[in-house]
């Protein structure tokens, strides 16, 4: 029978200890630093409604001094066709809302007042998480209205 022991000094178990530590948080740094799959192009200050106001304006819209309608809204866990297309909408924009599934979200309806060659009623709908614009459409508030994102057919023409 053999028998081997070994008394590893004991600076070199401080040195294998600091390098398995130092690998430890090198690991740790790279792993934690993920950054967004997209980030939005054009994120915007939604806290209060003079900038949500002036974010509208910048695409030419003009709307009501106050909002039509606040409400909650969820964006789901799992998107449906419905919100599939809707997030499509929001990627042409520079938007993303798949990094919010599962949020609470406050949605802010504005009425439109130059909205070009339409006398029906058409809102602007501003999602805002957290104080920031994280995305929204322009849309008609007809049943077979149309839906698509700020800058489309933006218009800075005459009220009605």
Known sequence: MFIFSVKPKRKYLIWGGMILLLIFLAACFFSCRTEP???AAVQTDG???QNRIAFLEQYGWRV???PAES???AIPMEFGDVYQKYNEIQLKQGYDLEAYRGKCVKQYSYTVTNYPDVSDPVRANLLVYEGKII???ICSLNLDGFMHGFSEKANTGSDG
């Open 135 to 137: 995305g929204g459409d």
């Open 64 to 66: 009501e001094d106050e």
């Open 47 to 49: 806290s209060d409604n």
């Open 37 to 39: 799959k997209i980030k």
């Open 71 to 73: 409400k909650n809204v």
